[in-house]
């Protein structure tokens, strides 16, 4: 793990985007020769999970190709990514003894705002397949025997993504071939840590460690397979939806005497026209995740996880689609509703915000005459409430489950970007009321300050997060636009004569008032082009609550508890703060 964690440290330090930098999107891991996940340090799950797949990939494309020196970029989803702006690179370890032995992987995956497509951010809410979401790149060398590729590299993120109609580029490539540079140093960070431990302990101590990691992972989950089959059964089953109606259905058999089970998705929705379609690597990493969220031992997340799970996916079904569907929202929305669902069969947690509350905006790419103008893209996902379980109450505005990001400092949103930010705060009441109360969900409220245009891609907008024992629902979320009638958009009031008051003095007070805005209900998946001083406002959704309350006088109380909890458990954080206290412990 301490390899790892020293990749993720190269990586954060020599980024430049708010996304890597500042939000901590982005994951470093080391693989086995296999292609099996190893260790890692406490990354994105939904990153961690689906990496062996793109190694794994990978290693069958170009197997004996493959040479010293040599680092691969990926993210299509039929090579194992998640979704496009989630960029792999994986970089073979070669044995110093053996030159032509690969003895370990090293890879990052890092989010990146914008590799092209039809919108900024490069996760619009409307695309109907993958050309529209950006830049799909199978499998390239963008280092090749140590010389980096620049011209290959702008020929995948931008010459080919501006091909399809209606779709730009990479709308900001500099700080995209920043953070990709960061990456292949954050790789090549962890190969020199490899060598200097086998160096120092031999290569056959190194990956008996290794294996050792894996069957502990592996008997861990199946000593919580046999405890739930004692507890519950080995017949077990949930569904929930998507808030298009989208059914996501798991039964779980457990083989008690092995240790083992099989998850089968039948009676998963098909595939979406939409964005909500999910790789099967992301429904792995939604499994793997469930696996060792509830195991009660201190171990890394690796692959042995889920050697005692199979899984099986239904074919055309949301969670199995076509290699051309739309999947930007699969891999931040949909995965979260797997969770609930695997977490729901196992009666381990209320649910929690099920979203991640994916904000974009930005400018340039190609206009409506075809010209192409260099922008930027900014996104963002919006905190919200943890579910609870049986003996904690939620948490208020955090990121749950899969994600594991965090937002970027106001100081640096408004700094970086045309944005002032009137409200950032714990949207109170939102969590389900039970025995243990749901986290809430959050308030953020934007005021844009020029002409923009805005995506929102969300979910639990129409499916308020379940409660369980007992426990309520939390609440749904809601984005509303705060929009200023203007002369262009034709909605300012009618201001004839006829219609006025006859008094002079009330005349003109009407005609010098602002006109009142108005408040819109934008829906859960939206692109809204904002005039200069419109407000974005995101209530985020509440966790659900666990275990009925006996009395009024019981509800009020567990009311008073989760207030003291938010008091007590905030504490100043964000970069800044990490920064001060690493300059204060020199």
């Known amino acids: 793990m301490s390899v790892a964690e020293a990749m993720g440290r190269a990586l954060q330090q020599t980024s430049i985007s708010t996304n890597i930098k500042e939000r901590l999107d982005y994951s470093c891991a080391l693989f086995a020769p296999d292609g099996d996940l190893v260790a890692n340090a406490p990354f994105i799950p939904i990153h961690l999970g689906?990496?062996?797949?793109?190694?794994?990939?990978?290693?069958?494309?170009?197997?004996?190709?493959?040479?010293?020196?040599?680092?691969?970029?990926?993210?299509?989803?039929?090579?194992?990514?998640?979704?496009?702006?989630?960029?792999?690179?994986?970089?073979?370890?070669?044995?110093?003894?053996?030159?032509?032995?690969?003895?370990?992987?090293?890879?990052?995956?890092?989010?990146?705002?914008?590799?092209?497509?039809?919108?900024?951010?490069?996760?619009?809410?409307?695309?109907?397949?993958?050309?529209?979401?950006?830049?799909?790149?199978?499998s390239f060398k963008i280092v090749k025997e140590g010389v980096f590729d620049r011209d290959g590299m702008l020929d995948y993120l931008v010459e080919r993504p501006a091909k399809y109609p209606g779709c730009s580029g990479c709308r900001n490539i500099r700080d995209v071939e920043s953070d990709l540079k960061a990456q292949i140093a954050a790789n090549h960070k962890g190969i020199g840590l490899i060598h200097a431990l086998i160096g120092e302990y031999s290569l056959e101590t190194v990956q008996e460690y290794m294996y050792h990691i894996r069957n502990n992972a592996e008997q861990s989950v199946r000593n919580l397979l046999r405890d739930v089959a004692k507890r519950r059964g080995t017949k077990l089953s949930a569904r929930d939806y998507l808030d298009d109606g989208s059914p996501i259905q798991a039964q779980v058999s457990i083989d008690e005497e092995k240790g083992s089970a099989v998850i089968d998705f039948e009676g998963t929705g098909p595939e979406l026209r939409g964005n909500l379609n999910a790789p099967i690597s992301v429904v792995h990493s939604a499994v793997i995740y469930c696996m060792r969220a509830m195991l009660d031992v201190d171990i890394p997340l690796n692959a042995g996880c889920l050697v005692p799970i199979e899984i099986k996916i239904p074919e055309d079904s949301l969670l199995s689609p076509s290699h051309t569907a739309a999947v930007c929202g699969g891999n931040v929305l949909t995965s979260q509703r797997i969770v609930d669902v695997v977490l729901k069969a196992f009666n381990a947690a209320a649910a929690s915000q099920g979203c991640c509350n994916n904000l974009t905006f930005g400018q340039g790419g190609k206009d409506k005459?075809?010209?192409?103008?260099?922008?930027?893209?900014?996104?963002?996902?919006?905190?919200?409430?943890?579910?609870?379980?049986?003996?904690?109450?939620?948490?208020?505005?955090?990121?749950?489950?899969?994600?594991?990001?965090?937002?970027?400092?106001?100081?640096?949103?408004?700094?970086?970007?045309?944005?002032?930010?009137?409200?950032?705060?714990?949207?109170?009441?939102?969590?389900?009321?039970?025995?243990?109360?749901?986290?809430?969900?959050?308030?953020?409220?934007?005021?844009?300050?020029?002409?923009?245009?805005?995506?929102?891609?969300?979910?639990?907008?129409?499916?308020?997060?379940?409660?369980?024992?007992?426990?309520?629902?939390?609440?749904?979320?809601?984005?509303?636009?705060?929009?200023?009638?203007?002369?262009?958009?034709?909605?300012?009031?009618?201001?004839?004569?006829?219609?006025?008051?006859?008094?002079?003095?009330?005349?003109?007070?009407?005609?010098?008032?602002?006109p009142k805005p108005r408040i819109i209900n934008v829906g859960g998946k939206a692109t809204i082009l904002m005039g200069k001083g419109d407000r974005l406002v995101l209530n985020t959704p509440g966790g659900g609550g666990w275990g009925a309350l006996d009395s009024e006088e019981a509800r009020e109380e567990a009311d008073r508890e989760r207030d003291e909890r938010i008091k007590l458990e905030w504490s100043a954080r964000g970069s800044l703060v990490e920064r001060a206290k690493v300059q204060s412990s020199f």
């Open 50 to 138: 689906s990496m062996s797949f793109a190694v794994k990939y990978q290693m069958n494309l170009l197997g004996k190709d493959l040479k010293n020196g040599d680092v691969i970029m990926t993210n299509s989803p039929r090579a194992g990514g998640s979704h496009l702006p989630d960029i792999t690179v994986i970089t073979p370890v070669f044995s110093q003894t053996q030159p032509d032995q690969i003895i370990f992987f090293t890879a990052s995956r890092g989010h990146h705002a914008d590799i092209g497509g039809i919108l900024p951010g490069s996760m619009p809410p409307t695309s109907v397949n993958i050309f529209e979401e950006g830049a799909e790149i199978v």
């Open 369 to 514: 005459d075809g010209v192409v103008k260099e922008g930027w893209g900014y996104y963002e996902t919006i905190a919200g409430g943890s579910g609870a379980g049986p003996g904690w109450h939620g948490t208020s505005g955090v990121h749950c489950h899969i994600t594991n990001t965090r937002i970027g400092d106001l100081e640096i949103l408004e700094r970086r970007y045309p944005v002032l930010v009137h409200e950032f705060s714990i949207r109170e009441g939102s969590g389900g009321k039970g025995k243990w109360n749901g986290g809430c969900g959050v308030v953020r409220d934007l005021e844009f300050l020029e002409e923009i245009r805005v995506s929102i891609l969300s979910e639990r907008r129409a499916h308020a997060p379940y409660g369980l024992e007992g426990g309520q629902p939390g609440e749904r979320g809601r984005n509303i636009w705060i929009k200023l009638p203007r002369e262009q958009d034709g909605d300012l009031p009618d201001a004839a004569d006829d219609l006025l008051p006859a008094n002079p003095s009330i005349h003109k007070d009407i005609k010098s008032s602002p």
